[in-house]
C-alpha cells in the first residue's frame, strides 16, 4: 500500500506545482495548459484515493 500512498503523493505534488506555474504564468496558453494540467492530476489523486479506500476495505 505504501506505493500507492507514493503516487497519490506524487500527484499531489504535481497538482500543487503546476497550479502555482499557472499562477506565475504570464502568458495565457501556457496558463490555461498548467491549469487543465493540474486538474487532471487532480483527478488523478482522487482516483487514487478510491483506489486506496478500496484495497483498504477489502
Given at each position: 500500500?505504501?506505493?500507492?500512498h507514493d503516487r497519490l503523493e506524487r500527484f499531489e505534488?504535481?497538482?500543487?506545482?503546476?497550479?502555482?506555474?499557472?499562477?506565475?504564468a504570464t502568458d495565457s496558453t501556457k496558463r490555461e495548459f498548467y491549469l487543465?494540467?493540474?486538474e487532471q492530476y487532480r483527478q488523478l489523486a482522487v482516483d487514487m484515493r478510491k483506489a486506496i479506500a478500496t484495497k483498504a476495505a477489502a
Open positions: 500500500m505504501t506505493e500507492l505534488t504535481l497538482t500543487a506545482e503546476c497550479e502555482l506555474i499557472a499562477k506565475l487543465r494540467l493540474s
